[in-house]
């Protein structure tokens, strides 16, 4: 189990920087399907990639393609959400609220997975959502005096987008106990965005345009959510989804962190008292798995 939790924490990591980038790209009135859609290209060239010159070979069968199919819906919407959700809430509330999906993981899972739920796990969960809500409280000074009148709609956009993040990680860990082949699913996933985010511009926004600066976020993005969700794949291949993902999904510390240095947002107390409580969460988890 503990090299399950390693590729949590890698994802993690990757999934802090991630929501970093995201916030920048929000912080400007630019398409988010035109984003999703460049993001979907370069994370399926790198996962074909990864899969040439790997030793596995892709299977492609009536089950691997059901559950990506069902994933990959589950992580775009997710993610489209995510994006608009952060145009106009800040990066920690965004980044914790769409983290809350741990609590959604954990239930599906016991319901769905038949995982057990034991004493230390539900002590991890609780302290992450305890951390998640020392974060919860909207930073006023941090939205723009006409958009906090529109801050309900938009973090309920970021709960939206939690449930779907949650779906994915159970609708993936119930594919691999139904021996879906992960690569395909991973490659479908890919392909929704590319899909997912095509549409999304043209229907919802109307238009789609590709610029010099679309494209060096998108591959930046590619980049490093080819590798959020492969280590993401790779902890829910050899550990129970329950585990593995809360301990990723604590990722928001590491874009507070980041936020704080980079000066999207101030530091505070009750900031630094959420990563301490994270980190216990992380540490309850992992004696959880054993």
């Not at 609590?103 to 230390?120: C, D, K, N, P």
């Not at 951390?131 to 309920?156: K, S």
């Amino acid at each position: 189990m503990s090299r399950a939790i390693l590729f949590a924490l890698l994802s993690l990591f990757f999934a802090g920087l991630l929501d970093v980038v995201y916030k920048r790209y929000s912080r400007k009135e630019r398409s988010r399907g035109t984003y999703v859609f460049g993001i979907g290209v370069v994370w399926c060239v790198l996962q074909t990639a990864a899969l040439a010159m790997g030793e596995e070979v892709l299977i492609v069968d009536a089950t691997s393609i059901r559950y990506g199919l069902f994933a990959g819906i589950c992580l775009t919407l997710s993610n489209l959400l995510l994006l608009e959700s952060l145009t106009h809430i800040n990066i920690s509330l965004g980044s914790t609220v769409y983290r809350l999906n741990t609590i959604g993981v954990v239930v599906m899972a016991f319901f769905f997975l038949g995982e057990a739920l034991g004493g230390i796990k539900l002590l991890g969960v609780g302290l992450g959502i305890v951390a998640v809500g020392l974060l919860y409280r909207p930073d006023p000074t941090a939205m723009a005096e006409e958009n906090r009148g529109r801050f309900l709609p938009f973090f309920l956009m970021a709960v939206a987008a939690s449930l779907f993040r949650a779906g994915y990680g159970v609708i993936t860990r119930g594919g691999i106990l139904h021996q879906a082949d992960p690569q395909t699913m991973l490659l479908l996933c890919a392909l929704s965005w590319i899909v997912g985010g095509a549409f999304y511009a043209r229907l919802r926004e109307g238009r789609f345009r590709l610029t010099k600066k679309k494209v060096g976020y998108a591959l930046v993005s590619g980049v490093l959510v080819f590798l959020v969700v492969d280590f993401l794949m790779l902890a829910v291949k050899y550990g129970e989804a329950s585990i593995v993902i809360p301990i990723a999904n604590m990722s928001f510390v590491m874009a507070m962190i980041l936020s704080v240095v980079l000066r999207f947002e101030p530091f505070s107390l009750r900031k630094g008292a959420a990563m301490v409580v994270a980190c216990l969460a992380i540490a309850a988890l992992t004696l959880a798995a054993g």
